[in-house]
């Protein structure tokens, strides 16, 4: 296997040039999810480059508002489970720098321009999230293919939406059905600086509470009022009280307008409120506990409606996605690598869904960096080479993950 290894390393080092420039056509490709002709526009390129590479595309509607899902496999023919690379596209809008230095080396115009500072970080809007993962998955299958590895089928699977959060579609269940029966899946979202892997998110959503209750004059008519702020007030109490943060669980209120003059009795009351998970038993308590608040009234003649938008269902620890990241962290240990850590985060990702369909998975294996959705996002141009390295080699070795 030693040999084997040492081929891979030789591989990806021959190759930097041509990965770098991949990396950069695909950065100063526009792809926001919000405009779905430039994002249908990085659909096609990829599925050329995919399809160059040996790959076998297809491409899955996902209505008229949001970009295709791109499915592509190589060696379908082959016995047994597909090894499965996650991902997406798809980018955050570009914004302009706030308060930008002149001349400064990481100064970015908010713009896809990719470039490479002195320091051997690059910038460019989705270089960290995530094209410079689609690259080292790219790589990863150009790398087997050159040391005529062909044991299973390599699948990967592209949203172009998942930056919106999928809204206007249901791209979800189509991310679930397309992963059932993998191996494994290595999500290939924004790597950590400290090498940790990411084997668990938090799901959550944002709620709205509205009170309406009865105006009065606070001094000649009390008793008439019907005061929506002090009803919120209870609720609040109520929201915060939902917190377990032993289990991960948070629910914040952030933004609460209510009332017009000091010394009128409040008819009107709105709240905004966070809500974070880990566990899907977690969502289920805190989603029926905001129907159990709005119902009851702590003041006689109020009413509350409550609206809760979830937009991402929690990434869930499991074994066996335990076992998949203390098996890439033994080959990364072995490869000379250092050890590789794991962390549970609280942004989601599509990896929930592919744990949804019962696939051992686990997130941040792109490349390093920091600052997602940001003019001072970059990456770590090295670890596009060494997360290459790092996955191929885990490719060759996956029956040590399977004995587990």
Known sequence: ????????????????????????????????????????????????????????????DVGPVNSCTLEAVWGADR????????????????????????????????????????????????????????VIAIWVVKALQAL???????KFILAGDEDKGHFDADTPQLLIRLAKGALCCFNMETGRVNNDICVGRKGGGEG?????????????????????VLEMAYKEIELAELNDLELGTTVTPTVIKGGTVPNGIPDHCHLYFDVRYRKF???????????????????????????????????????????????????SRELGMGDMGKINLGGGSDACYFTIAGVPT?????????????????ALVETLYTRAKLLTCAVLDLEKFVQR
């Open 1 to 60: 296997m030693k040999t084997l290894y040492t081929q891979v390393f030789e591989f990806i080092d021959s190759h930097r040039s041509d990965m770098l420039a991949m990396w950069e056509d695909f950065v100063n490709t526009p792809s926001q999810a919000r405009d779905r002709e430039a994002a249908m526009r990085m659909a096609e390129k990829l599925t050329a480059v995919l399809e160059e590479t040996g790959m076998t595309v297809t491409a899955h």
């Open 79 to 134: 016995p047994g489970q597909p090894v499965l690379f996650g991902g997406h596209y798809d980018t955050v809008n570009s914004s302009p720098v706030e308060n930008p230095v002149p001349g400064a080396d990481n100064e970015w115009d908010g713009t896809p321009h990719f470039r490479v500072d002195s320091q051997g970080k690059a910038y460019g809007l989705g270089c960290l999230d995530m094209k410079g993962g689609i």
């Open 148 to 154: 005529g590895w062909a044991e299973r089928p390599v």
């Open 208 to 228: 709205e509470l509205t009170v309406r209750g009865a105006a009065a004059h606070a001094g000649n008519d009390f008793l008439s009022g019907r005061n929506a």
């Open 281 to 331: 038993e977690e969502a289920q308590r805190v989603k029926e506990a905001f129907e159990r608040i709005a119902v009851h009234s702590h003041i006689d003649g109020t009413h509350t409606d409550c609206i809760y938008k979830e937009y991402q269902v929690p990434f869930d620890e499991t074994p066996d996605g335990i076992a998949l990241a203390d098996f890439v962290a033994e080959v």
């Open 362 to 378: 686990i997130c941040a294996m792109g490349v390093c960096g920091q600052f997602n959705h940001s003019s001072k996002e970059y």
